[in-house]
């Protein structure tokens, strides 16, 4: 995401102005996004990394090293962003990068950006780094991991129309990224979450890359309201007004994915601790929190192909009956996933739980694209009240071949 700085300065300018192959595409969320993902992300460690959690002031004061290189490095800018659509098949895309270059040349490879594969990169670094007790590097390699990663939770980071360059929203990756974020970044917040071993990198990349350019055309329909709001022609500096109407048109989309991006650096620097055999992966069968709250998490990716992970809690909640002694949760769960006619598709979870926050994998190979729906329903074995009977929810989610 990102340029080194809340705004590129004279210097910056020129440079961009004269580099087709960087231009607006190469800078992300401004540094103040970046400060922020990286440094929140540790709120979701376990107390197994607590190491790098108390890195955390490095590494949103190195959140944004990965921009500042790209003036003495010509090989950084294309790690920042991919223009997914250049690509016929772009959901597809091979995890080998030699495959794509062999078949459109390095060239057109390099133009189009190759964030997926460079988050990757950085990912085995720090795997590497960690096995030979270089932290001194891991940490650097872990803020520029974040960096990548913040830049994927960009949708304009993912698009040819990173710009607005093709519908007339000429200008807007730094209202929206920057000038907006600057403005109303005391409204951003993450909430605590738990994360999980990533089996496959690429794949588990390439899905949140895939998500944050479902919001691309939102951002662009956003802008119009903004500037109709407004009255701001799109020439010279917009009105404040503007930045507010864009503010209320996307915070929610915006305030999602910084908490996604947060809660995926978390898991993919876990992941590199467990690859380099500092910790041990938790089966995501097991609990990895005890929360106070029954919740259904929206499963991700989503859309998926043709596996997705589906992520529920089952509480400990405090007895309020005083003839109950302590606390308790165990709980009877049910799982399940629908097509749109109501029809039982598969039962992901059907049995007794502790308290805790679960995760179960979907696997959607034998249906057809489409929406379902997965419903879940925990009856607490001890109802302490009324208010504590029986809890049912239902989201909603989209196979995409």
Same mark, same amino acid.
């Given at each position: 995401?990102?340029?080194?700085?809340?705004?590129?300065?004279?210097?910056?300018?020129?440079?961009?102005?004269?580099?087709?192959?960087?231009?607006?595409?190469?800078?992300?969320?401004?540094?103040?996004?970046? @400060?922020?993902?990286?440094?929140?992300?540790?709120?979701?460690?376990?107390?197994?990394?607590?190491?790098?959690?108390?890195?955390?002031?490095?590494?949103?004061?190195?959140?944004? +090293?990965?921009?500042?290189?790209?003036?003495?490095?010509?090989?950084?800018?294309?790690?920042?962003?991919?223009?997914?659509?250049?690509?016929?098949?772009? *959901?597809?895309?091979?995890? +080998?990068?030699?495959?794509?270059?062999?078949?459109?040349?390095?060239?057109?490879?390099?133009?189009?950006?190759?964030?997926?594969?460079?988050?990757?990169?950085?990912?085995?670094?720090?795997?590497?780094?960690?096995?030979?007790?270089?932290?001194? @590097?891991?940490?650097?390699?872990?803020?520029?991991?974040?960096?990548?990663?913040?830049?994927?939770?960009?949708?304009?980071?993912?698009?040819?129309?990173?710009?607005?360059?093709?519908?007339?929203?000429?200008?807007?990756?730094?209202?929206?990224?920057?000038?907006?974020?600057?403005?109303?970044?005391?409204?951003?917040?993450?909430?605590?979450?738990?994360?999980?071993?990533?089996?496959?990198?690429?794949?588990?990349?390439?899905?949140?890359?895939?998500?944050?350019?479902?919001?691309?055309?939102?951002?662009?329909?956003? +802008?119009?309201?903004?500037?109709?709001?407004?009255?701001?022609?799109?020439?010279?500096?917009?009105?404040? =007004?503007?930045?507010?109407?864009?503010?209320?048109?996307?915070?929610?989309?915006?305030?999602?994915?910084? *908490?996604?991006?947060?809660?995926?650096?978390?898991?993919?620097?876990?992941?590199?601790?467990?690859?380099?055999?500092?910790? =041990?992966?938790?089966?995501?069968?097991?609990?990895?929190?005890?929360?106070?709250?029954?919740?259904?998490?929206?499963?991700?990716?989503?859309?998926?192909?043709?596996?997705?992970?589906?992520?529920?809690?089952?509480?400990?909640?405090?007895?309020? +009956?005083?003839?109950?002694?302590?606390?308790?949760?165990?709980?009877?769960?049910?799982?399940?996933?629908?097509?749109?006619?109501?029809?039982?598709?598969?039962?992901?979870?059907?049995?007794?739980?502790?308290?805790?926050?679960?995760?179960?994998?979907?696997?959607?190979?034998?249906?057809?694209?489409?929406?379902?729906?997965?419903?879940?329903?925990?009856?607490?074995?001890?109802?302490?009240?009324?208010?504590?009977?029986?809890?049912?929810?239902? @989201?909603?989610?989209?196979?995409?071949?």
């Amino acid at each position: 995401m990102g340029g080194g700085m809340v705004r590129p300065n004279l210097i910056w300018q020129v440079l961009l102005a004269l580099s087709v192959a960087i231009s607006e595409n190469a800078w992300g969320w401004g540094s103040t996004a970046h @400060k922020f993902i990286n440094q929140y992300a540790v709120v979701h460690l376990p107390p197994s990394l607590a190491q790098l959690t108390a890195q955390q002031q490095f590494l949103a004061n190195h959140a944004s +090293d990965a921009d500042n290189r790209k003036s003495v490095d010509a090989t950084e800018a294309p790690k920042h962003y991919i223009d997914l659509e250049s690509y016929p098949d772009y *959901q597809h895309l091979p995890s +080998d990068l030699t495959l794509l270059i062999a078949q459109y040349g390095w060239a057109t490879v390099e133009e189009i950006g190759i964030l997926p594969w460079a988050t990757v990169w950085a990912l085995d670094s720090l795997t590497v780094q960690l096995q030979r007790s270089d932290l001194t @590097k891991a940490y650097q390699t872990a803020a520029d991991l974040g960096h990548y990663v913040g830049d994927a939770h960009q949708p304009l980071h993912c698009t040819v129309n990173y710009n607005g360059q093709l519908t007339g929203n000429y200008g807007i990756h730094s209202r929206y990224e920057s000038e907006m974020i600057n403005l109303y970044q005391n409204l951003l917040s993450v909430s605590p979450d738990s994360v999980h071993y990533v089996t496959d990198p690429y794949s588990f990349t390439l899905n949140y890359i895939l998500h944050s350019l479902t919001f691309v055309d939102s951002i662009m329909q956003a +802008d119009n309201v903004a500037k109709a709001a407004s009255g701001w022609s799109g020439s010279g500096t917009p009105p404040q =007004t503007y930045y507010a109407a864009l503010w209320q048109r996307t915070q929610r989309l915006t305030t999602t994915l910084i *908490q996604q991006a947060t809660v995926n650096l978390a898991s993919l620097w876990y992941t590199a601790w467990v690859n380099a055999g500092l910790v =041990t992966a938790v089966a995501s069968n097991e609990p990895t929190a005890v929360p106070e709250t029954f919740a259904l998490f929206q499963n991700f990716p989503n859309p998926f192909n043709p596996s997705t992970a589906i992520r529920y809690s089952v509480p400990q909640l405090a007895g309020q +009956d005083p003839t109950i002694v302590g606390r308790f949760g165990d709980s009877d769960v049910r799982l399940a996933v629908y097509d749109p006619l109501g029809r039982e598709v598969a039962v992901l979870v059907n049995e007794r739980k502790a308290p805790g926050t679960y995760e179960v994998q979907f696997n959607g190979s034998g249906l057809s694209s489409g929406v379902y729906f997965y419903r879940i329903s925990v009856v607490p074995l001890v109802r302490v009240d009324e208010h504590h009977t029986e809890f049912v929810q239902t @989201k909603r989610l989209l196979l995409l071949r």
